[in-house]
C-alpha cells in the first residue's frame, strides 16, 4: 500500500463517519427549518439546535437584564427587541432552563418608552391597539419583569397612571441597569 493511499482511507472513514453522525443528529442539508415556541406561544420563534455549543446549564438560575432602548417595529408593528426577549425565553426554555431557573427583566427607555403605556393610554396616543400588548402580557405571564425609565416618562410626557399592567417604574434606566447588574445579572443590549 502506497503511503497516499494509507492516508486517503482514513480520511475517507472520517468524511464517512461525520456524515452518518450529523444524518444521525437531524443534520440533512434538505430539510426543512424547524420553528417553535415553548414557552411564548405566539412571538419569539426558534429554531432547536439540539447540538449546538454553550447550551445554559438548566441547574443554573440565568439572571439577564435586556437594555431595550430600541423603537425599531418588525412588519406587524411589534417591536422587534422586545421579540427577541421572547426569542430568548424560548431559547432558554428550549436548552431545558424551566421557569424557575430563568430570572429576566427588560428595562425599557429611549424609543422603546412608549412600550409601558396601557392599552388605553397607547390607544389615546396613537389612535390604534397596542400591537405589543399580547406580547406583553406573554412574557409577563413568563416571569419576565417589565420596568420603564421614570425619568424617559417624564420625557415623553407620560405619566406613571398610564403606565400599563406587568410594567413598574424605575427611578431611572441609568440607575435600574446598574442596580440589577450589582444583584448579578448579566446586561444584554438591544
Not at 417595529?73 to 421572547?86: Q, S, T
Not at 389612535?127 to 405589543?132: Q, R, T, V, Y
Request: a negative charge.
Amino acid at each position: 500500500m502506497t503511503k497516499s493511499f494509507r492516508l486517503i482511507v482514513p480520511a475517507i472513514a472520517a468524511i464517512a463517519l461525520g456524515a452518518s453522525s450529523a444524518l444521525a443528529a437531524g443534520a440533512t442539508t434538505d430539510a426543512p427549518q424547524k420553528w417553535v415556541n415553548p414557552v411564548i406561544k405566539d412571538y419569539g420563534q426558534m429554531h432547536p439546535v439540539p447540538f449546538g455549543a454553550l447550551k445554559p446549564d438548566p441547574n443554573k438560575t440565568w439572571k439577564v437584564v435586556f437594555d431595550l432602548g430600541m423603537g425599531k417595529a418588525m412588519k406587524n408593528g411589534v417591536n422587534a427587541a422586545l421579540w427577541h426577549v421572547a426569542r430568548a425565553v424560548n431559547v432558554y426554555a428550549d436548552a431545558g432552563v424551566d421557569r424557575e431557573h430563568r430570572d429576566f427583566a427588560v428595562v425599557l427607555h429611549g424609543a422603546a418608552t412608549d412600550l409601558a403605556l396601557s392599552p388605553a393610554a397607547y390607544k389615546s396616543k396613537f389612535g390604534k391597539d397596542d400591537p405589543n400588548q399580547q406580547l406583553k402580557d406573554e412574557l409577563a405571564a413568563a416571569g419576565v419583569k417589565l420596568y420603564v425609565c421614570g425619568q424617559a416618562l417624564a420625557d415623553n410626557d407620560i405619566t406613571p397612571d398610564q403606565v400599563g399592567p406587568h410594567v413598574e417604574v424605575a427611578l431611572s434606566a441609568l440607575a435600574a441597569i446598574p442596580v440589577l447588574e450589582s444583584e448579578g445579572y448579566q446586561l444584554f443590549e438591544m
